[in-house]
């Protein structure tokens, strides 16, 4: 009896020791090497810039290794993309629905949501990195390393006149939205990445 009292004491001691020496060590909510990091990144990342007909993404990743810190930041930038671009379809199928009073039509809809899902998957693949800045930089280790800012951008007129080419295709839902603000946004779009282009 008289070992399970110190059994139990020695564990109660253990413990405040241990709740005494975690308190002791504060979180630094503001360390030096995130405020030179953000410091060092470069205008374009903090200040993303707008291109007209374009979505542009930025995003930054580290590695040991430089190649795969710019894949990293690139896939990045890419799942955001998709993400933004997700989010304005949603939208769409919305703004569908109530411009053509077609609420009732699953069907339609469904058909619409199926046509701009399959344009936006191939073209979400059209993007590419325009600008690129690397750094070498130490971790908190003290070893060296790479941090790779990247700028993607993705070209929303190429994707505007693929879905509008396909959903001519499709005479139901051409028919269905022709007559909507919607369809003269996407033509003017479209009229832009042309004059682009020079097509």
Do not use: H
């Not at 564990?11 to 241990?18: A, D, K, S």
């Not at 410091?39 to 903090?46: C, E, T």
Request: some cysteine; charged content about 30%; proline content about 2%.
């Amino acid at each position: 009896m008289f070992f399970n009292i110190i059994g139990k004491n020695l564990c109660l001691f253990m413990l405040l020791f241990f709740i005494f020496e975690c308190a002791k060590n504060k979180t630094d909510l503001n360390p030096a090497a995130s405020k030179s990091i953000i410091k060092g990144a470069p205008d374009w990342y903090l200040n993303t810039p707008t291109k007209e007909g374009f979505k542009l993404v930025s995003s930054s990743a580290t590695s040991q290794d430089m190649q795969v810190a710019i894949n990293k930041a690139s896939l990045d930038a890419a799942n955001t993309l998709a993400s933004m671009v997700r989010s304005e379809m949603n939208a769409l199928v919305k703004r569908v629905r109530e411009e053509t009073g077609q609420e009732d039509d699953s069907d339609l809809l469904d058909r619409f949501s199926q046509v701009q899902e399959q344009v936006v998957a191939t073209t979400l693949e059209d993007w590419k990195v325009s600008i690129k800045d690397i750094y070498r930089e130490k971790n908190s280790k003290g070893n060296n390393i790479f941090r790779a800012y990247v700028l993607i951008e993705w070209d929303e007129g190429a994707a505007q006149k693929r879905l509008l080419d396909r959903i001519k295709s499709e005479k139901e839902i051409y028919e269905a939205i022709r007559a909507s603000e919607l369809y003269e946004e996407m033509e003017d779009k479209v009229e832009k990445y042309r004059e682009r282009y020079n097509y």
